[in-house]
């Protein structure tokens, strides 16, 4: 069976404004991964895999991810930096597949969600561990409350998405359409300005997949050259923080919006 060019999948599987999707895209995928994926998507046309599968591999390689942590050194940083960006990919791929075998369904996009909450989460977890050193890197003795910290950033990361997903829940089971983008603005002028310069510095996106597995590389990298895990540490901190912090803000935000309503 032969493969679709570049120039005829192109619209099939990026629908005109799938790059311009205010929630639904990833500043990395509008920057590159869409371009990786779109010719990944046309070599993996006639696999035997269905789209759903390959959602499957895209949490495994998510998850995987967390666990990398576990290995001491630069190298875990690295290999969990990189099995991020192929989760990545592969999240393009999953539906690109999708849409072009006509295999869209509900089943695949709870699979998605569900994928999206197992890595960050694995992810955040893994930091932890990485920072209480269970292979005594620093020759003291195992400290779990970094692992504690890095499961409380996992938590919130995990909320912060429960959050939002809810509000479809919700509305579903009162009856009402899905939410627009225009009832997502606080009514509050307040809490508009804040929302705003929240969205203008987007440190919230610091606890997601990609953002949390920079931070991490670079921490990782600092640490090498510093001899210890005190970057490590610092990431796992500020990344608890905010998804704290975060958590609180979008639940406040959501509560203020006519999203409920």
Same mark, same amino acid.
């Given at each position: 069976?032969?493969?679709?060019?570049?120039?005829?999948?192109? *619209?099939?599987?990026? *629908?005109?404004?799938?790059?311009?999707?205010?929630?639904?895209?990833?500043?990395?995928?509008?920057?590159?991964?869409?371009?990786?994926?779109?010719?990944?998507?046309?070599?993996?046309?006639?696999?035997?895999?269905?789209?759903?599968?390959?959602? !499957?591999?895209?949490?495994?390689? !998510?998850?995987?991810?967390?666990?990398?942590?576990?290995?001491?050194?630069?190298? !875990?940083?690295?290999?969990?930096?990189?099995?991020?960006?192929?989760?990545?990919?592969?999240?393009?791929? =999953? !539906?690109?597949?999708?849409?072009?075998?006509?295999?869209?369904?509900?089943?695949?996009?709870?699979? =998605?969600?569900?994928?999206?909450?197992?890595?960050?989460?694995?992810?955040?977890?893994?930091?932890?561990?990485?920072?209480? =050193?269970?292979?005594?890197?620093?020759?003291?003795?195992?400290?779990?409350?970094?692992?504690?910290?890095?499961?409380?950033?996992?938590?919130?990361?995990?909320?912060?998405?429960?959050?939002?997903?809810?509000?479809?829940?919700?509305?579903?089971?009162? &009856?009402? *359409?899905?939410?627009?983008?225009?009832?997502?603005? *606080?009514?509050?002028?307040?809490?508009?300005?804040?929302?705003?310069?929240?969205?203008?510095?987007?440190?919230?996106?610091?606890? &997601?997949?990609?953002?949390?597995?920079?931070?991490?590389?670079?921490?990782?990298?600092?640490?090498?050259?510093?001899?210890?895990?005190?970057?490590?540490?610092?990431?796992?901190?500020?990344?608890?923080?905010?998804?704290?912090?975060?958590?609180?803000?979008?639940?406040?935000?959501?509560?203020?919006?006519?999203?409920?309503?």
């Amino acid at each position: 069976m032969s493969r679709p060019s570049v120039a005829e999948l192109r *619209p099939i599987v990026h *629908p005109g404004g799938i790059k311009d999707r205010r929630n639904g895209e990833h500043w990395a995928g509008r920057m590159y991964m869409r371009e990786i994926s779109l010719r990944c998507t046309r070599f993996l046309i006639n696999s035997p895999l269905s789209a759903n599968q390959y959602t !499957g591999l895209m949490i495994v390689a !998510g998850v995987a991810a967390g666990a990398a942590l576990l290995i001491p050194g630069l190298a !875990g940083a690295v290999l969990g930096a990189l099995l991020i960006q192929l989760y990545l990919l592969l999240d393009c791929v =999953d !539906g690109e597949l999708a849409r072009y075998r006509k295999q869209t369904s509900i089943t695949g996009v709870y699979l =998605d969600r569900v994928g999206h909450y197992l890595s960050e989460a694995a992810l955040l977890v893994g930091l932890g561990v990485r920072a209480a =050193d269970i292979f005594h890197r620093d020759g003291g003795t195992t400290q779990w409350g970094w692992a504690f910290l890095g499961t409380l950033a996992a938590l919130g990361a995990i909320l912060i998405k429960a959050e939002t997903d809810l509000v479809d829940v919700a509305r579903s089971r009162s &009856g009402l *359409p899905a939410v627009e983008d225009s009832a997502s603005a *606080p009514r509050s002028s307040g809490l508009a300005l804040a929302r705003r310069a929240a969205a203008a510095l987007k440190f919230h996106r610091l606890v &997601g997949g990609v953002e949390a597995s920079l931070v991490i590389l670079a921490a990782g990298i600092a640490d090498m050259i510093h001899g210890d895990l005190l970057f490590t540490r610092i990431a796992v901190a500020a990344l608890a923080a905010i998804a704290v912090l975060q958590t609180v803000l979008h639940l406040v935000s959501i509560l203020a919006s006519s999203r409920l309503r």
